[in-house]
């Protein structure tokens, strides 16, 4: 048999996988093992195109999502791991492997991860900002008596009064992103901390949780959510496979 | 996000939990960026596959942003001033969601692109994740027309 296989992850030898569960280009997915310790999720790699499609990340996802959701244990792959075949799986992947990723499940097993995302919002830090420091609520004001046809003159003390916004914006976030993490992470047995994309964030962060202590952790997060709702936008999303907590190399 | 997923509830009405809420934009770093990767981990033949993907994060320009925070706060004075009730405000309200538009973040620019490049065609998909395509789509039209 000598069709493309793709790899989801890899789960324990003895796993059960979840019905109905499918892949990319809704192939089944099946396990490949060779007689160790671990076996590999896989389903055939779609012929004559590329991947990356929407579909495909979410298919990958999919896969990885009903393996948790059944409890299943599964060490996640990045997206885009491919071997020619089943027997490829089995000697290439499986064979040398087999000891290493065993002990990575042993690890992840019984825990899940869940990604913290706090964000925040724009008219309720405008405000804070505008009656903390009030070197920028004095420029705000004079650009706003500015009229708006002679708005391009003063472009440049408009993206001044904005940079100073952002820097204000920083600052806070320092402050308030430590603290959320330092309210959750004791709760958690690692986490991973992400750099923010946007200057609203205020944190991204990605706990591994064991099972047993997960209500634990999401307490403390509807806690800061109560706390912070005016003006800190808290999302957990999750339960994820653990993708954060897997060997670098 | 999609899949048989037992739907979970958020405890507290100020956090929004678990998956149903949350898009592919949430975890395409994740799919993309993180995860084991096997040619590292293993010395295996991987079949050379074409990966469309790449991007994953867009930054967003500095003076965009500034511009974006000084019209914000520009806005956000005027609603204050509460001499100016009706059209201001409707204003306002019209250049929040124009500024928001213009926030959707980095991550989910990804998904745009996959979006845009390639069709989505994902029946999975929940509405929230719709209306996100087309705001996404009109804020990049917004940027287009600067």
Request: charged letters at 30%; glycine letters at 8%.
């Amino acid at each position: 048999m000598t069709t493309p296989q793709y790899v989801y992850g890899v789960t324990r030898a003895d796993a059960t996988l979840p019905e109905d569960v499918t892949g990319l280009d809704d192939k089944p997915v099946e396990l490949v093992a060779d007689g160790g310790r671990c076996a590999a999720v896989v389903s055939e790699l779609p012929q004559g195109r590329a991947l990356g499609e929407r579909a495909d990340l979410v298919a990958h996802q999919r896969v990885l999502n009903a393996l948790m959701d059944a409890g299943v244990v599964v060490v996640p792959f990045r997206f885009g791991a491919a071997l020619a075949d089943r027997g490829a799986v089995e000697k290439e992947l499986l064979a040398d492997n087999s000891e290493r990723l065993g002990q990575v499940l042993d690890q992840l097993d019984g825990r899940v991860e869940l990604r913290l995302k706090a964000t925040y919002v724009q008219d309720a830090v405008l405000r804070e900002i505008m009656t903390g420091e009030p070197e920028i609520a004095e420029l705000a004001a004079r650009l706003r008596e500015v009229p708006a046809d002679a708005a391009d003159a003063v472009y440049y003390d408009r993206v001044r009064l904005g940079e100073l916004i952002a820097q204000a914006m920083e600052r806070r976030r320092e402050h308030d992103g430590q603290a959320l993490l330092e309210a959750v992470s004791s709760k958690s047995e690692a986490f991973v901390r992400k750099s923010p994309a946007r200057e609203e964030d205020v944190l991204d962060v990605s706990f591994l949780v064991p099972n047993d202590r997960r209500e634990e952790l999401e307490k403390a997060v509807d806690e800061l959510g109560e706390q912070h709702g005016e003006r800190i936008r808290i999302r957990l999303i999750g339960p994820l496979p653990p993708y954060d907590f897997v060997p670098e190399a | 996000m999609t899949g048989p997923i037992a739907q979970q509830t958020s405890g507290s009405q100020t956090v929004q939990r678990g998956r149903s809420g949350s898009s592919l934009a949430d975890v395409v770093d994740l799919i993309l960026e993180k995860g084991l990767v096997i040619d590292l981990y293993a010395r295996v033949s991987l079949v050379g596959i074409e990966i469309l993907t790449v991007d994953v994060r867009i930054v967003v320009a500095s003076v965009d942003t500034y511009l974006r925070f000084a019209e914000a706060v520009n806005r956000l004075d005027i609603a204050h001033d509460g001499t100016s009730q009706g059209l201001p405000q409707f204003v306002g309200g019209m250049q929040e969601s124009g500024a928001k538009k213009k926030t959707r973040g980095a991550l989910e620019g990804a998904s745009e692109r996959l979006k845009e490049t390639f069709g989505s065609s994902d029946s999975d998909d929940d509405e929230d994740d719709e209306k996100q395509t087309a705001r996404r789509r009109s804020s990049r039209k917004k940027e287009d027309d600067e």
